[in-house]
């Protein structure tokens, strides 16, 4: 089916991705049958896919297609000291009110009107604002007692930080040079909410780049500032709805150098992915001080000890899940060439990330011969990408594709048994194409 006129709508509520989601298997409520916990999110069949191949889309170009920078993967649960040297233990805080009306809980700096509660609309109703710490604790043993607590971590890059004379010893780099990994982390988050932006429960995607004190860190940073620069616009995040925000000397912490927040504008506003920062020697002073130990890197040629100063990446995978579904939702009004008016919702996800890439349907179900060359064609496809077999009604077919961002769909009809040819439709143009079966793969490859 050609397209004579197609207008786009600019964006998507809160509201439609969320039912889009939870409709077409992205994202569910955790624990819904029990009435679900805030702030956390399970991902479903289509999800789950989607947040892994952005992932490996971050690693692959972060740490597989570099020589400077190591793998690493530290435990969820440390020492308490590690959260003491950080600062996380005295530190890592919300100011929190109480109404004495209505009882519920705020953010003091998240209150529009100081003197009024937005849920009940009392005024100077409010306790004064007490310090709530956002690690979750637990405890390791037999026994639960002071001796005993330890901490969900609220973040992955301590693991680095206190293993950093193994890793470079181990690995046999010399700064400058990166540590990357993967990891859950956990914040007893006051405020959960939109969706899976705010969670308690979440994952990131930390670079930990450490270069010597040679005056060229300001550079690196930059090269960092670029890389994840380039990153988005590869994977196709609109530019009008991204910015890279630098952050001015009253803004960062007194430590840091640098400072630059990714951000994405969201349906309810500018929200942070990711940031950028130049953080000096803070993090490995702070280990070294409070656990005695050496962690400076060692210059076999010169035989001095030196502190390398870290650029650190730390973007939040949910998040980033998220901005590719918002950023990929379109709602699209077509008219076609007999002038019939159709609407459709199209994620326009890049093919890289793309849950799935290739779907093929029989045209008739009922039909043996369609069905099993049907089959037999996925199973054939399915080796190198990401496929999926359907059959129903073609219209409905093509639209649930559209619906989770599948780039290709592939028909195999009746003519398919007299001229080994299939139609392929595209996902964004709905233009179709006749190909024969065995130049398929390479059609396929060429726009994938």
Known sequence: MSVEDTTRASGATLDEITALAKRRGFIFQSSEIYGGLAGLYDYGPLGALLKRNIKEAWWRDMVTARDDVVAF?????????????????????????DCRVCKHRFRADHLEKPDVCPDCGSKNSFTEPRNFNLMLQTSLGPM??????????????????????????????????????????FRNEITPGNLTYRLREFEQAELEFFVPDDGADLKWFDHWVQARRKWYADYGVKPDRLRFYELSAEERPHYAKAGVD????????????????????????????????????????????????????SAGMDRTTLTMLVDAYEQEKSVDPNGKQTERVVLRFHPKIAPLQVAVFSLARNKPQLVARARSIEAALHEELRTQYDEGNIGQLYRRQDEIGTPFCVTVDYETLEDQSVTVRHRDSMRQDRVALDSLKEFLDERL
């Open 73 to 97: 993967d530290s435990a969820v649960l440390m020492h308490p000291a590690v959260w003491k040297a950080s600062g996380h233990v005295d530190a890592f805080v919300d100011r929190l009110v």
């Open 262 to 313: 990714v951000e994405y504008l969201f349906p309810w506003g500018w929200g942070e992915l990711e940031s950028i920062a130049h953080r000096g020697t803070y993090d490995l002073d702070a280990h070294m001080r409070l656990s005695g130990k050496d962690l400076r890197f060692f210059d076999e040629g010169s035989k001095t000890h030196y502190t390398p100063l870290l650029i650190e990446s």
């Open 144 to 185: 639960e007692d002071s001796a005993s607590r330890a901490y969900l971590r609220p973040e992955t890059a301590q693991g680095i930080f206190v293993n950093f004379k193994n890793i470079y010893q181990t690995a046999r780099k010399r700064p400058p040079f990166g540590v990357a990994q993967f990891g859950k982390a």
